[in-house]
């Protein structure tokens, strides 16, 4: 009975992870390409390919479908054999793994999925031979292409990292990836893409978008690949592989978090009680020490007029708040700071917080984008150009500024080396309680996020948002919280002591 | 013979063993047969009165003769009067120690400002409204008429009727699946497993049509109606301020709706529910 027991509780206790993995655990599955394909390999393969692909990569492969007008980067012109994520040498093909690892994972950052849990091992290696007849430089090649050798790897270390710092700038990545890594660099606005799309160089602070995944075998060999069709070319003829890792390595120390994931997303943005004056500037030291949330944002594509590619893709907010007022600091990543102007076109770059203007005392509240016809919303809103801004809405199109003597907030905000800092500020009780929230502590109040890249034509309905999630200021906690607790720990003590004591003595009698 | 359980072990057992019926087997049992998918919480207003009333039930029975109430307390003055030294002395100490701690959080607990449960309670699929109920997808099981119509548009006279009717099928599938990928791939995703690009913002997460909770518990008249009026046509125990999905009467027509929920079902890889026979 006891080890029955135990055995249903191990059972109960293996992470359900460990159990029923698909066969071939090494990376994007193993199993050995098909020799060569039957007809009926590349029969299956065109019909999956109708199927799953055909809408993004077109019937030709000419990566015109009928979905690649809202992509960009566009799905991939299979026609002229070039390919990203390659373990092969500058300028050759890809071997079948490559292509079979691609579609298994996906491109991080771009509208192409990962296949894995949707087509089973063979059903991938028969796309790997249908792609292979939209081009003729398959049949052609006479030869495989050569691998990439990857040479001992140098740990991750402070030193390493100096000396990939120095080559960034010594080779010019700087010159597209800009001077701290975030895709601002001042070739960034002017490049484009082997089929004349522009194309922005990756944020190399943001790993999970990195089309080739991040580990560091995935960052040398981009390097040593380059990144064909695009303007990342091969650095094999500077680097040997001590500079290689040497690289690879100040390119990880750029990450928050070591592991290269996406922050996680919190659901509750807490507002801390601080005593005094709030720093008003963004890049003050007291910003450091307040706990990040983040948010990542999505391109408005409910109504028109639609956004399917944001460019700003997740907000870090931080919120203090005193006596008297909230500070919200905001952070975002934009790779340029435009400003509006009406003659040559251009919109300004932008971010707001979001309300209801009246806390709902239930679960109903006001549509997030923008509120409705029956309840409204407040945004707070800074603008490179105009600068702060309260407006109120009832819905897309019905979004109005207050009027003058209505607008108590305040904000700063900053843009260096691709990055927005904003510290907006608003009194927590106001006036004009008809169209301002009034901020109360110890209460969840929906809250969303907004922003706005004015170079890449974001303005108005056209923005990257996210939906309703909480805000918590958080009630500064009164004496007695400490107080009772210690209190009724001595009774509980003294009485629990007296009652033994009696109990031990009647045994003594 | 079988060492009987002391009453003090079976009492402890006991309220262990309610408390796990409470917290592990009603909410999976409520799933199942209330066909949700995840487990259902007992509230906790409900599991206290659950717990007291199995506390109640403890006390009677214990103290419906002195000698229970003696073999109960036993083990108990036996622990408390143990000697001065040993591991018994360490645990009784220890123990001893823990319970004015206990007391000391909990009435923390008690003072500190809560934060609220935020988990609050959404119909996943409320009733459909009266003028959906009884429509059904065109491009299913096609009309005679429809595909004579086909025939006609396409000029497709020197075929038979069924391979007509298999062609149009065929065509009204593929319109759909592009047009899926056209308009809903970017929230519910390239493979309709609710991962598009765009859902990663929205805390009510689009739809993973391949969870067997979704559109395979429905009729395709159901799905007919979600898309037409979108997020905004939900009644409000169904939270249409935190939807996203789109009102897509205002840009498709019938027709390409249609279409799409054929799409939809087949990319998924589910089969929407059968329609209750119409008398």
């Known amino acids: ?509 | 013979m079988r060492p009987r359980l002391s009453l003090f072990s079976a009492s402890v057992l006991t309220v262990v063993l309610a408390y796990l019926f409470i917290q592990v087997v009603i909410p999976y049992a409520s799933m199942w047969i209330a066909d949700r998918p995840s487990p259902v919480t007992v509230p906790a207003a409900l599991t206290v009165i659950y717990m007291l009333l199995v506390f109640i039930g403890l006390y009677i029975y214990i103290t419906i003769s002195e000698e229970n109430v003696r073999e109960f307390l036993q083990p108990i003055l036996e622990f408390l009067r143990g000697g001065e030294t040993g591991v018994r002395a360490g645990l009784r100490l220890g123990l001893l120690a823990l319970v004015p701690l206990l007391v000391g959080w909990i009435t923390y607990d008690r003072l500190a400002p809560k934060v609220q449960s935020l988990t609050g309670i959404r119909i996943q699929h409320p009733t459909i409204p009266g003028q959906y109920e009884k429509l059904i997808n065109p491009y299913r099981n096609p009309t005679d008429d429809l595909v004579k119509q086909f025939q006609q548009q396409e000029g497709l006279d020197g075929i038979g009727l069924e391979e007509a009717r298999k062609r149009l099928v065929g065509t009204a599938l593929a319109e759909g699946r592009a047009l899926y990928q056209k308009n809903c791939r970017v929230c519910h995703g390239s493979k309709a497993d609710g991962s598009g690009p765009m859902a990663v913002g929205f805390r009510l997460r689009p739809a993973n049509f391949r969870d067997p909770g979704t559109i395979a518990t429905v009729v395709e008249a159901y799905a007919f109606w979600r898309i037409s009026e979108g997020g905004r046509g939900l009644p409000n125990e169904s939270s249409p301020w935190d939807s996203a999905m789109p009102r897509w009467k205002e840009e498709l027509t019938e027709a390409e709706i249609w279409k799409i929920i054929l799409a939809e079902y087949e990319l998924a890889d589910v089969e929407p529910r059968k329609p209750e026979k119409l008398e």
């Open chain 1, 1 to 509: 009975m006891r080890w029955a027991c135990l055995i249903l509780l191990m059972i109960l206790l293996t992470p359900s992870t460990g159990w029923g993995q698909e066969k071939g655990a090494s990376p994007g599955g193993a199993g050995a390409p098909p020799a060569a394909p039957s007809p009926q390999d590349l029969q299956a393969g065109k019909r999956i390919y109708q199927k799953w692909c055909m809408n993004c990569h077109g019937a030709q492969g000419d990566g015109a479908g009928p979905a690649a007008d809202f992509l960009r980067p566009r799905p991939r012109d299979f026609r002229q054999g070039l390919f990203k994520i390659r373990t092969t040498q500058s300028g050759q093909l890809p071997s079948d793994q490559d292509l079979f690892n691609v579609i298994t994972k996906g491109m991080p950052g771009t509208g192409m999925p990962g296949w894995e849990k949707v087509l089973t091992e063979a059903e991938r290696w028969q796309l790997v031979s249908y792609l292979k007849t939209f081009s003729r430089r398959f049949a052609r090649a006479s030869a495989p292409p050569e691998p990439i050798r990857i040479g001992t790897q140098l740990p991750l270390s402070a030193d390493s990292a100096a000396e990939g710092k120095r080559l960034f700038r010594e080779i010019e990545c700087f010159k597209c990836h800009g001077d701290e890594g975030r895709g601002d660099g001042p070739s960034a606005p002017e490049l484009t893409d082997d089929w004349g799309a522009p194309i922005r160089p990756a944020n190399l602070r943001k790993p999970w978008t990195f089309r080739g995944g991040h580990t560091p075998e995935a960052l040398y060999l981009r390097l040593q690949s380059g990144i064909a069709g695009s303007p990342m070319p091969s650095f094999a003829d500077s680097l040997d592989n001590e500079k290689t890792w040497h690289l690879v390595n100040y390119v990880m120390s750029l990450w928050q978090d070591s592991s290269g994931n996406n922050p996680p997303l919190q659901v509750v943005l807490k507002a801390r009680r601080v005593e005094g004056e709030i720093p008003a500037q963004p890049g003050e030291a007291f910003w450091q020490d307040q706990e990040p949330f983040y948010y990542p944002l999505v391109g408005q594509v409910i109504r028109e007029p639609r956004l399917f590619v944001p460019s700003v893709d997740g907000v870090q907010v931080q919120a203090v708040y005193n006596d008297r007022e909230l500070a919200l600091r905001l952070v975002w990543d934009d790779p340029t700071n435009s400003k509006a102007d009406a003659e040559q076109g251009t919109f300004e770059d932008a971010a707001a917080i979001e309300f209801p203007v009246q806390v709902p005392p239930g679960a109903k509240r006001p549509f997030f984008l923008m509120g409705d016809a029956e309840l409204a919303v407040q945004l707070l809103r800074w603008g490179s150009s105009s600068g702060m801004t309260e407006l109120n809405g009832n819905g897309l199109d019905k979004l109005q500024p207050q009027s003058e003597s209505s607008q108590e907030s305040t904000a700063v905000g900053e843009f260096q080396n691709g990055q927005y800092q904003v510290v907006m500020k608003r009194p927590l009780r106001t006036v004009n309680t008809a169209q301002d929230i009034q901020f109360e502590t110890g209460r969840f109040i929906p809250v969303a996020f907004f922003a706005w890249d004015g170079s890449n034509g974001e303005t108005g309905g056209k923005m990257a948002l996210t939906s309703w999630f909480y805000f918590f200021i958080e009630p500064a906690l009164p004496k007695v919280t400490y107080v009772y607790p210690a209190l009724a720990v001595v009774i509980a003590g003294g009485l629990q002591w007296w009652v033994v004591r009696r109990l031990r003595q009647t045994k003594m009698d």
